[in-house]
T-cell receptor, first 110, second 113 residues
Framework: GQGVEQPAKLMSVEGTFARVNCTYSTSGFNGLSWYQQREGQAPVFLSY????GLKDSGHFSTFLSRSNGYSYLLLTELQIKDSASYLCAVRGTGGYKVVFGSGTRLLVSP | NSKVIQTPRYLVKGQGQKAKMRCIPEKGHPVVFWYQQNKNNEFKFLINFQNQEVLQQIDMTEKRFSAECPSNSPCSLEIQSSEAGDSALYLC???????????FGAGTRLSVL
């Protein structure tokens, strides 16, 4: 079946970095998205990747390896306000559904 | 920033009552999704549309939920007879044609008492 897996929690320190991992298994691949979601709020779009490699978007960067069914979201120069859940979502082929992981709750401490 | 508009933000219903929520997709986005997110942050796909046509939906949606995306009117999702287990955050998202990401509205938080 199709699935998207993420670690439930991640802790890091202000000023350093955090890497949020995502592994997926889908029928085909038509793109992977990363979202930030704060408690009680809707997901906010961060990044969308369809090709292998690293996509640098400043504070957020994303990496994709389609052959390994793997992506990560890299946050650099962490701030306390980066504490949130980060969701990975994958669109397969042969359908229109987008499958979401349960999110990784990132806690940035001083 | 997302331009998907969902109303109402909060909805409180008794068991057996109807619960209706609306969504205006971002202008120019022909594809609309509805998801249910539970208290464990798990996403459940409910239904999606391309323009006014249903693309996919799950069994639950077929039986107790009704949804539509009429032209020139907001999309809507209605639970015909609310159950306690329907309490969740209902998220509407839209995207452009082709390989594009989803953009979410603020959601409607439904509480069924």
């Amino acid at each position: 079946g199709q699935g998207v897996e993420q670690p439930a929690k991640l802790m890091s320190v202000e000023g350093t970095f955090a890497r949020v991992n995502c592994t997926y298994s889908t029928s085909g691949f038509n793109g992977l998205s990363w979202y930030q979601q704060r408690e009680g709020q809707a997901p906010v779009f961060l990044s969308y990747v369809v090709l292998d490699g690293l996509k640098d978007s400043g504070h957020f960067s994303t990496f994709l390896s389609r052959s390994n069914g793997y992506s990560y979201l890299l946050l650099t120069e962490l701030q306390i306000k980066d504490s949130a859940s980060y969701l990975c979502a994958v669109r397969g082929t042969g359908g229109y559904k987008v499958v979401f992981g349960s999110g990784t709750r990132l806690l940035v401490s001083p | 920033n997302s331009k998907v508009i969902q109303t109402p933000r909060y909805l409180v219903k008794g068991q057996g009552q109807k619960a209706k929520m609306r969504c205006i997709p971002e202008k120019g986005h022909p594809v609309v999704f509805w998801y249910q997110q539970n208290k464990n942050n798990e996403f459940k796909f409910l239904i999606n549309f391309q323009n006014q046509e249903v693309l996919q939906q799950i069994d639950m949606t077929e039986k107790r939920f009704s949804a539509e995306c009429p032209s020139n009117s907001p999309c809507s999702l209605e639970i015909q007879s609310s159950e306690a287990g329907d309490s969740a955050l209902y998220l509407c998202a839209s995207r452009g044609q082709g390989l594009n990401p989803l953009y979410f509205g603020a959601g409607t938080r439904l509480s069924v008492l």
